[in-house]
């Protein structure tokens, strides 16, 4: 590799400062980083150990309410930044340093054509008339293996899948040849199908024009896949940095190995009971939103007592869906939802509170899922309340006992808001809510999918734990299998609405698979830097990702 | 040159030369414009025009240290958390809150404050101030200051009924369509397009002329016109809550109507509200107050706000400011409150200052 020839971006002693409370913090405690020509540095982190910020700072950009700190020095190819004047930095924005913003959806202007918005720059800097530039957009997208590449870029923004719009994105990064381009978290709002296609498209077109990168995500495997040297971050200061290779063979520091080492948890395997009846059993369930097209198609799985059932599938498979149908938002149009063998009311406004506390829920995400203006003691109190009438003394016991379950300290959380947790003690509250029910079976939409590694396998164990002291059955909702792998005990495939494959866990991952699951299961990245290259030989572009669950759906 | 003139012009050039020597430079801006403004009107108004500028820079100065200690003040008396909250408060603010504070006071004491009776004749019509009438009589000798004391009794008082009863229809059924949906939501919708359709102060007209001008007829009459107004905001703040995952939550644990109202939703919705209320009651305050100026609102003897500048308007045409007085409580009171739902609206919409 001659890529290390010279250096394009080289920042030293950076300080942001954000404003709280009125005072001024730092957040970037003085982090130095030198990339060079064509170089891919990837920056990976929990959430809020400043990668999202340092990467922003790269481009000499500060965020509402941060500034960078006197005595920092951001040099982009021999010009200091930090100094710069507001049109000398806006000059080089978009023309030689460009962004890829985690969510395209997001990010797209929804009333303009996607060309339309990839052609802004080019025209705005005046380096290509419209028409060079929307061959130039074609061209690009055919590399980066957009389907329809003439045509798509004519479509609005919703009129294109996630997958597309985030290579279209990068499209558009890539539309001035920038010398530059900050990704932050490209891929970490996609399936892992959609994601493998985007990761290689990204890193085809970024070896092909010799770009220089700076890769930002909290997904070791996908960065050992992008990257040419890694750096660590941990609360706004540099752990350590090395080579790919060298730092997933011998990280130094502890915190970088705990990263390493957090995939390691597994629950042990349940077996079912020889003639037992199942706790939940949905028996060839049609469902659909308002005469829509069938969400669910002829779903049918059982969850025994005790045991964890992972749904497993896309976005748009139908997942949530099964958990609505169960719960009692969505009537079924067809079939039955049977609990111990008799069958649960359809619509959960007519089921009895017997009923309703049998099934609880826990959501994604935390902080849409608690009510921000009511303590916590209200929020794990009501449900014990309003199911079990327990009052004053008992019921303050009984929160005191949920939050010792849950491993939070009760005085110190009793009387707190929502607002005033991090995001994993939020999720914990979320489980002890659920818990205050005194549920039989419990579920688990995406419960870890918004949280660090590190806090998502907390939350697991925790689960685990709990399933243990108290017999408890729960319906896993996800995407991520190394989550699969670790806690459930059987496991439901579901592509567009039918359920293709399900079993036992061990089973799952030992071939033969469903070519849906093997595809699932292939797409997962591995923590082997040659992972990605090697995938790609053994089975060309053509046998990945949507292109592949499309064949497979088709058949 | 008088001294006057010459401390004028010396005071304002030392202040900027000042400002520009410790670099301030807004400070500076503002003074040095200020001198150059002075030339002008000096030469065009002489000295008088540079004194009512030096009236008028007093009067701001003095409005703007009120507003300091009277922030500070609060700051003292509130709990820690309330503290932080008012800390962020502008002067503009504390200057409201310091407005609506001083007439809360004089509309509960009325009676102690005001030197006579609201519908006491003590001297002749139209009377000029003396050391006994700080605003001189109104056109039946009535004492015009006592009148304003207990005007900010009636007037405020009815405005402030009224639009609690609006807020509380208005709030009320809006949490209600959001939670509720489906048929109950179109019909509340359709009613509060048709009350809206009409024409605000002919409605008001309609009504008062079909019951009579009493004080619960105006409240109700204005609280109709205003809840649709009302609904349409709560209706919209509660549908962006009610579909939360914790709302969800809620209901498949089983809970009712009212508990998903009152502990879920409407805590929610609150901030949005509270700006609103503040806004709604300037306009129901000058509903009232145009109402009594048309005389079909508060009747006499009993003082008001708008009656008094109709009562009194007679004396525009002979140059006397007293008819403008009322009209100035009015405004005062508006603007004050305008300025402090301009403070809520900034906190709730979670804007930054740049």
């Known amino acids: 590799m001659n890529k290390k020839k010279e250096v394009l971006l080289e920042i030293k002693n950076l300080r942001i400062e954000g404003y709280s409370d009125e005072k001024w913090v730092d957040i970037i405690k003085g982090v130095d980083l030198t990339l060079h020509r064509g170089e891919v540095m990837g920056l990976i982190g929990e959430s809020g150990a400043g990668k999202s910020t340092i990467g922003a700072g790269a481009m000499g950009y500060a965020r509402d309410g941060t500034r960078i700190s006197e005595g920092s020095s951001i040099e982009f190819d021999g010009m200091e930044l930090t100094t710069a004047t507001e049109s000398e930095k806006r000059a080089l924005r978009g023309a030689r340093i460009a962004y890829v913003a985690q969510s395209a959806a997001a990010s797209f202007n929804p009333a303009h054509k996607i060309i339309d918005q990839h052609t802004e720059a080019p025209l705005q800097y005046r380096l290509q008339k419209r028409m060079e530039a929307q061959e130039d957009a074609m061209d690009l997208y055919e590399r980066l293996r957009l389907p329809h590449p003439q045509e798509i870029g004519f479509r609005y923004p919703h009129q294109v899948s996630g997958g597309q719009l985030q290579r279209a994105m990068t499209a558009m990064a890539m539309s001035c040849r920038p010398d530059l381009i900050i990704f932050d978290e490209p891929t970490t709002a996609l399936d892992v199908t959609t994601q493998i296609e985007v990761l290689a498209a990204i890193r085809d077109i970024v070896d092909q024009f010799n770009t220089a990168a700076l890769y930002i995500t909290h997904d070791l495997a996908v960065v050992a896949q992008m990257a040419d040297t890694i750096k660590v971050l941990l609360k706004g200061e540099e752990v350590e940095e090395a080579s790919t290779e060298e730092m997933l063979k011998n990280p130094r520091e502890d915190y970088t190995k705990s990263l390493w080492a957090v995939r390691s948890f597994e629950s042990p395997q349940r077996q079912r009971p020889k003639d037992g009846v199942p706790l939940i059993s949905l028996q060839n369930i049609d469902a659909s939103y308002s005469s829509g097209p069938k969400i669910l198609d002829d779903v049918s799985f059982d969850v025994y007592e005790g045991m964890t059932v992972s749904v497993v599938g896309e976005s748009g498979s139908g997942k949530s869906t099964a958990a609505r149908v169960i719960t009692g938002l969505l009537p079924p149009s067809k079939g039955e939802v049977l609990f111990k063998g008799t069958p649960f009311t359809h619509d959960y406004r007519d089921r009895p509170k017997d009923e309703l506390r049998q099934c609880q829920m826990i959501y994604q995400s935390a902080d849409t899922s608690l009510n921000p203006k009511v303590k916590i003691s209200e929020i794990i109190g009501r449900p014990a309340q309003f199911y079990s009438g327990l009052k004053g003394a008992d019921l303050k016991a009984r929160v005191d006992e949920l939050l010792d379950l849950i491993e939070l300290e009760p005085s110190q959380y009793y009387n707190r808001y929502p607002s005033e947790l991090s995001g994993g003690q939020k999720q914990r509250i979320g489980i002890a809510r659920a818990l205050a029910a005194e549920p039989t079976f419990i579920i688990c939409d995406e419960v870890t999918s918004a949280l660090d590694q590190l806090v998502a396998e907390g939350i697991l164990r925790l689960l685990d734990r709990l399933q243990n002291e108290l017999n408890l059955a729960y319906m896993f909702i996800t995407h991520d299998l190394a989550t699969v792998r670790s806690i459930s005990d059987e496991v439901v495939v579901m592509q567009q609405g039918k359920v293709v494959e399900q079993g036992a866990k061990d089973d799952m991952f030992k071939p033969p698979h469903h070519p849906y699951t093997d595809l699932l299961l292939s797409s997962v990245p591995e923590m082997d830097p040659n992972w990605l290259t090697t995938l790609l030989e053994e089975r060309g572009v053509e046998n990945l990702g949507d292109a592949a669950a499309a064949k497979i759906a088709e058949k | ?354």
């Open chain 2, 1 to 354: 040159m008088s001294i006057f003139v010459i401390t004028y012009y010396s005071l304002l050039l030392a202040g900027s030369t000042a400002a520009a020597f410790f670099n301030k430079r807004s400070i500076f801006t503002l003074l040095f414009s200020l001198t150059l403004v002075s030339f002008v009107v000096g030469i065009i108004g002489g000295p008088g025009g540079l004194r009512a500028i030096a009236i008028c820079a007093g009067i701001l100065a003095l409005a703007a240290m009120v507003s300091y200690s009277f922030r500070e003040f609060l700051i003292m008396l509130a709990g820690p958390e309330v503290a932080k909250e008012l800390r962020t408060a502008p002067l503009t603010a504390a200057f409201g809150m310091f407005v609506i504070f001083t007439y809360a006071i004089t509309g509960i004491f009325a009676p102690w404050i005001a030197p006579f009776g609201e519908a006491e004749v003590i001297s002749s019509a139209f009377a000029p101030a003396d050391e006994n009438m700080l605003l001189g009589a109104d056109q039946l000798g009535r004492d015009m200051f006592s009148r304003l004391v207990y005007g900010t009794r009636n007037s405020v008082g009815l405005a402030l009924t009224a639009t609690c009863l609006a807020f509380f229809l208005g709030a009320g059924a809006g949490l209600l369509a959001a939670v509720k949906g489906g048929w109950f939501d179109q019909l509340m919708g359709r009613i509060a397009d048709v009350i809206m359709s009409i024409p605000s102060l002919i409605f008001a007209l309609l009504m008062l002329s079909i019951f009579g001008p009493s004080m619960p007829v105006i409240i109700c009459a204005v609280a109709i016109i205003y809840a649709p107004r009302v609904f349409r905001l709560t209706r919209a703040v509660a549908g962006n809550v009610v579909v939360m995952d914790y709302i969800e939550a809620a209901k498949l644990r089983g809970e009712g109507t009212g508990y998903l109202i009152r502990r879920e939703v409407l805590p929610n919705s609150m901030a949005p509200l509270i700006a609103e209320f503040g806004l709604e009651f300037c306009f129901v305050f000058l509903l009232v107050a145009g109402l009594s100026f048309l005389g079909l609102g508060i009747q006499p003897p009993t003082a008001d706000w708008g009656s008094m500048v109709r009562e009194n308007a007679t004396l525009i045409s002979f140059g006397d400011i007293t008819p403008l007085i009322p009209a100035a409580a009015i405004a005062l009171l508006t603007v004050a409150v305008n300025f402090v739902v301009d403070w809520m609206l900034f906190r709730s919409s979670g804007l930054k200052e740049h």
